[in-house]
C-alpha cells in the first residue's frame, strides 16, 4: 500500500538560512498534519491542513510556515533557522470522510542546522 | 491543554515475555491509537480503539480502551527481538474541535535476546 512520502529525508542546513520540507500524503488522504520530534521527544504538533485550508495550528515559530497544494501534497516552509530547529519532522495524513482520527506517518525529515 | 501519561517510561524484558504499558488521562478520549517507532523512522500505527471497553488484538498485540475512556493498555505477548523500539499512545479528546492528537511521551523497550 501506499505510504507518506517526504522529501528529501536529510538536510543539513547552516543558521540563517532557509529550508523547505515537502510531503506527498497517502492518495485520497485529504488531511496533512506536520509534527517536529527533538531526540528522545514525543512528535510535537506544528500545524494541519484539511482541503488545502489550514484546519489547526500548534506550536509552530513564526518564523515556519506551510501550504497545502492543489494535489494535496504540502510544504513546510522553515526560515532564519537556529541550531535548537535541529529535528526531525515528520509529515502524517488522514482522510475524515469517515470521522477517523488514525494518522499515518511519513519516514520523516532530519533537518541538522550548523 | 490535556495530556498523557504513559508507564513505563522504559523497560527491559526477556526475549519471550510479555509486556505491558498504559496510558492514563486526566480527560476523556473518544479515540486511542497506538503507535510503535523505530530509530530515526516514523512512527507506525499498530492499533486503533474507538469505544469504551473495546479490546483489539493486532497479531501478538492486544490493546485495550478503558472503560472510563481515560486509558488505554497495550500487551505485547511473547516478545522478540523485532518488537525493540518507543512505542507511544496517542488520543483524540471528546470536545476538541479538531482532529489533533495528544501524545504520550513514549515507552522505551529493550528486548534481551
Known amino acids: 500500500a501506499a505510504g507518506v512520502i517526504q522529501s528529501p529525508r536529510h538536510l543539513i542546513k547552516e543558521k540563517r538560512e532557509t529550508a523547505t520540507l515537502k510531503c506527498y500524503p497517502i492518495?485520497?488522504?485529504?488531511?496533512v498534519y506536520w509534527y517536529q520530534q527533538g531526540p528522545g521527544q514525543d512528535p510535537q504538533f506544528l500545524i494541519s491542513f484539511y482541503e488545502k485550508m489550514q484546519s489547526d495550528k500548534g506550536s509552530i515559530p513564526d518564523r515556519f510556515s506551510a501550504q497545502q497544494f492543489s494535489d494535496y501534497h504540502s510544504e513546510l516552509n522553515m526560515s532564519s533557522l537556529e541550531l535548537g530547529d535541529s529535528a526531525l519532522y515528520f509529515c502524517a495524513s488522514s482522510f475524515t470522510g469517515t470521522i477517523s482520527y488514525e494518522q499515518y506517518f511519513g519516514p520523516g525529515t532530519r533537518l541538522t542546522v550548523t | 491543554g490535556q495530556q498523557l501519561n504513559q508507564s513505563p517510561q522504559s523497560m527491559f524484558i526477556q526475549e519471550g515475555e510479555d509486556v505491558s504499558m498504559n496510558c492514563t488521562s486526566s480527560?476523556?478520549?473518544?479515540?486511542w491509537l497506538w503507535y510503535k517507532q523505530d530509530p530515526g523512522e516514523g512512527p507506525v500505527l499498530l492499533i486503533a480503539?474507538?469505544?469504551?471497553?473495546e479490546l483489539t488484538s493486532n497479531g501478538r498485540l492486544t490493546a485495550q480502551f478503558g472503560i472510563t475512556r481515560k486509558d488505554s493498555f497495550l500487551n505485547i505477548s511473547a516478545s522478540i527481538p523485532s518488537d525493540v523500539g518507543i512505542y507511544f499512545c496517542?488520543?483524540?479528546?471528546?470536545?476538541?474541535?479538531?482532529?489533533?492528537?495528544?501524545f504520550g511521551k513514549g515507552t522505551k523497550l529493550s528486548v534481551i535476546p
Open positions: 480527560s476523556i478520549f473518544n479515540t
Open positions: 480503539l474507538y469505544k469504551a471497553g
Open positions: 496517542a488520543g483524540h479528546s471528546s470536545g476538541a474541535g479538531s482532529y489533533q492528537l495528544t
Open positions: 492518495p485520497r488522504h485529504d488531511t
